[in-house]
C-alpha cells in the first residue's frame, strides 16, 4: 500500500482531525495523556504530573503543558 492509498482511504477522518486543530504528531502522546488523567484522578498535583511525564517521556514541561491544553479542548464540529 502507497502512502497515497492510505491518505486517500482515511481523507475524511483526516480532514475532520484538521478541523479540530489536531496536529500530525498528536498520536504520539496519547499514552502521556492517559498518564496525565490517571494522575489526575488519583489527585495528584498538575505540576507534579508535568514534571513526571516530561521525565518519563522525554519531552519539555513546556510540550507535555501544550499536549494537555490542546487534548482536553473540547472540539465543536461545525453542522454542514
Do not use: Q, W
Amino acid at each position: 500500500m502507497t502512502l497515497f492509498e492510505i491518505l486517500n482511504l482515511n481523507k475524511e477522518l483526516l480532514e475532520l482531525l484538521a478541523e479540530m486543530g489536531s496536529k500530525p504528531d498528536d498520536y504520539k502522546y496519547i499514552s502521556l495523556y492517559k498518564e496525565y488523567e490517571k494522575m489526575r484522578n488519583t489527585g495528584d498535583k498538575v505540576t507534579y504530573c508535568v514534571t513526571v511525564l516530561s521525565a518519563r517521556h522525554g519531552v519539555c514541561e513546556r510540550k507535555v503543558y501544550e499536549i494537555i491544553g490542546r487534548f482536553k479542548k473540547k472540539c465543536m464540529h461545525h453542522a454542514v
